[in-house]
């Protein structure tokens, strides 16, 4: 069964910081893993896809890595922004179609 | 994108009730999904189908059921609601490799 575990679970910084996300899984065998965003009692929002062939996704000031082979990714967000608070998700697709999802770290960046 | 709307978006139940939560699509993607949220557990399967007559168990089916009455529909019931079923609901479609989730239903069961 995948095991997905994201640390930190929360995380404080003050605006213009870089924010460091990490995402493990215990089965190399995926599809793609994926970062989602969360709002407050709201639904999902995908940021960044990375098939299970690539290394790293970047869209704006996001940038995530993969490394199947050891069962990580990492999240980076340049220069954070306070509109940037908010719970993101890791969530990875297995060779079933099955999405198994992290705990998530929720975010805060201060002004 | 994918447009998956539930219905409804907060419920409030008591225990023992029969209680149905609604999702449908406009897309016409084949596969969707039901999943629950607790907080600090993230999001966890409960039932998922690939087409009309496909419907599977996820990790956590017991106490659910479902319904894919159509290609753009898939309904959860819960057939005797329990406090432990309160949580927050998304149903999700998928096409290719990704996934599109509504907004979510709050169900509170006292």
């Known amino acids: 069964k995948q095991e997905v575990t994201q640390i930190p679970a929360a995380l404080s910084v003050p605006e213009g910081e870089n924010l460091v996300l990490n995402c493990s899984f215990t089965?190399?065998?995926?599809?793609?893993l994926q970062w989602f965003r969360q709002d407050p009692g709201k639904g999902l929002t995908s940021l960044l896809l990375?098939?299970?062939?690539?290394r790293e996704q970047t869209s704006g000031r996001l940038n995530a890595s993969l490394d199947k082979s050891s069962g990580r990714s990492t999240l980076y967000i340049a220069a954070s922004q306070p509109g940037d608070s908010a719970t993101y998700l890791c969530?990875?697709?297995?060779?079933?179609?099955?999405?198994?999802f992290g705990a998530g770290t929720t975010v805060t960046v201060r002004a | 994108d994918a447009d998956v709307t539930q219905t409804p978006r907060n419920r409030i139940t008591k225990t023992g009730k029969r209680i149905m939560l609604e999702c449908s699509q406009t897309k016409g993607h084949d596969r969707m999904y039901w999943y629950r949220q607790d907080p600090g557990l993230g999001l966890r399967l409960i039932y998922y189908s690939f087409d009309v007559k496909d419907i599977n168990k996820g990790e956590i089916s017991d106490g659910y059921s479902v319904s894919r009455q159509a290609q753009a529909k898939f309904s959860l019931s819960l057939e005797s609601a329990i406090p432990n079923q309160t949580a927050l609901y998304f149903c999700a479609t998928s096409v290719g490799d990704i996934q599109y989730f509504g907004a979510g239903t709050r169900l509170s069961v006292l």
């Open positions: 089965d190399s065998a995926i599809y793609n």
């Open positions: 969530a990875v697709l297995s060779n079933d179609y099955k999405l198994s």
């Open positions: 990375i098939q299970s062939s690539q």
